[in-house]
Structures are given as structure tokens and as C-alpha cells.
């Protein structure tokens, strides 16, 4: 049976929300980010990290690799394209949230939200919300008349880039210049399998 390391509060959210809208039957060790760097755990990721998924004898960490993963191997038909040209789009949007997306994110999680008040910085985290302008600007473009990044049905595209994105509604960024962003991220994050994973320990 598969097994999810991590707790639902960490990026181990993404792969919970994966393993659920797949419907994998699967194990989830809720284990805190704490204890990450413990020697168990650095045999399963050498990172310290959180999330790491086993199945079948498979050991695969990073968040957007799990989620390849996962809809490749269990989502022929329905989060996976069938075609080269769908899945070259599910990597591009991937990679996207990772690099052009999450740091920004992080920089404003840490300076909104989680540093002590005394340790944020308001400058570093209004940079980092001028620097997301040019990616939502290319997401808000790419939705445009579309229901979803490959068109008609959600994909593991959507789920990957919505996953990273679902610290933005905790950090109130106001995303009322991107219609189409803000109208798909409310649809995707409502989803009943992410609904689900949120009320995981
Ligand atoms: N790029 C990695 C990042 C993983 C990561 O940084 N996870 C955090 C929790 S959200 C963690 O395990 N922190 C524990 C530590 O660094 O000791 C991924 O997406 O899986």
C-alpha cells in the first residue's frame, strides 16, 4: 500500500490532496516537520524534507515529483494526459509554481504571517508581491475562456499549481486584477479532496 509521510500541515498537503483526488488507497504518517531531519527519515529523504511517499518498493520526494508520479500512475484517464503535448503542459505548470510562484510566496508567508512581528520585513514583502505580478499576469492570460490550465477538465496541472497556491487566501493577497486566477483557484482549492486533506492531522 502506498505510504504518505508527512503532516497535513506542509507542502505533504499537496500530495494528500493528490493521493485523495486519485483515490489511492494509501497510509499517511502525520509525522511534523520536526522531525524531518531524524535518522529514519533522512534514509527515505537524504533532503530532511517532508513529504516522501513509498509505494511499491518506490521512494520518491519533492512535492511536484510525488504528484507526477502519482497521476501517471494512477490517473491514466483522468489527472494524467493521455498525449505528449498535455503533459509537456502539466510539467510546464509545475515547474512554474515551484520557481516562478512558490519563493515569492514563501518570502510573504514569512514576513505576513509566520515570523514574529518584530522579525518581518514589509519592503521583502512587497517585492515579493510585485514579483508575482508576472506570473499570475501569465496565468490570468492562460486561463482566459478556459475551465482549467488544459482546457475542459482539471488535471494534475491544476492540482500542482493550486497546491502552491493555497497559502495565498491565509495571506489575504488581494487577487481582484486577475479575475480568471482568482475564479479558478476558488474552484480547484473547493474541491472535496482538498477540503478532505485540510481536516487531516
Ligand atoms: N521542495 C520540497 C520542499 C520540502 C520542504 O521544505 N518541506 C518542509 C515542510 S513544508 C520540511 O520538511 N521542513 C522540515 C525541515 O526542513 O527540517 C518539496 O516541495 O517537497
Not at 493521493?19 to 520536526?34: I, K
Not at 495571506?171 to 477540503?195: F, H, I, T
Amino acid at each position: 500500500m502506498a505510504k504518505l509521510h508527512g503532516t497535513s500541515r506542509s507542502r505533504s498537503a499537496r500530495s494528500l490532496w493528490a493521493l485523495e483526488e486519485l483515490g489511492v488507497n494509501y497510509e499517511h504518517n502525520p509525522m511534523p516537520t520536526t522531525d524531518a531531519k531524524s535518522a529514519a527519515h533522512l534514509k527515505l529523504n537524504p533532503n530532511g524534507h517532508v513529504p516522501v511517499l513509498e509505494d511499491d518498493g518506490v521512494t520518491v520526494w519533492e512535492s511536484m515529483a510525488i504528484n507526477l508520479y502519482l497521476a501517471d500512475k494512477y490517473g491514466q484517464g483522468s489527472l494524467w494526459p493521455s498525449d505528449p503535448a498535455g503533459r509537456a503542459d502539466v510539467y510546464k505548470w509545475s515547474f512554474f509554481a515551484m520557481t516562478e510562484v512558490e519563493p515569492h510566496l514563501i518570502t510573504l508567508l514569512r514576513n505576513r504571517v509566520m515570523n514574529a512581528p518584530d522579525q518581518r520585513d514589509e519592503k521583502a514583502a512587497l517585492a515579493a508581491i510585485e514579483a508575482l505580478k508576472a506570473p499570475m499576469n501569465a496565468l490570468e492570460e492562460s486561463l482566459k475562456g478556459k475551465e482549467y490550465l488544459l482546457g475542459k477538465n482539471f488535471t494534475i496541472a491544476d492540482l500542482n499549481v493550486a497546491a502552491v497556491m493555497s497559502w495565498i487566501p491565509m495571506m489575504k493577497l488581494d487577487l481582484s486584477a486577475w479575475p480568471n486566477v482568482s475564479a479558478w483557484l476558488q474552484k480547484c482549492l473547493g474541491r472535496e479532496a482538498n477540503k478532505k486533506v485540510r481536516g487531516l492531522k
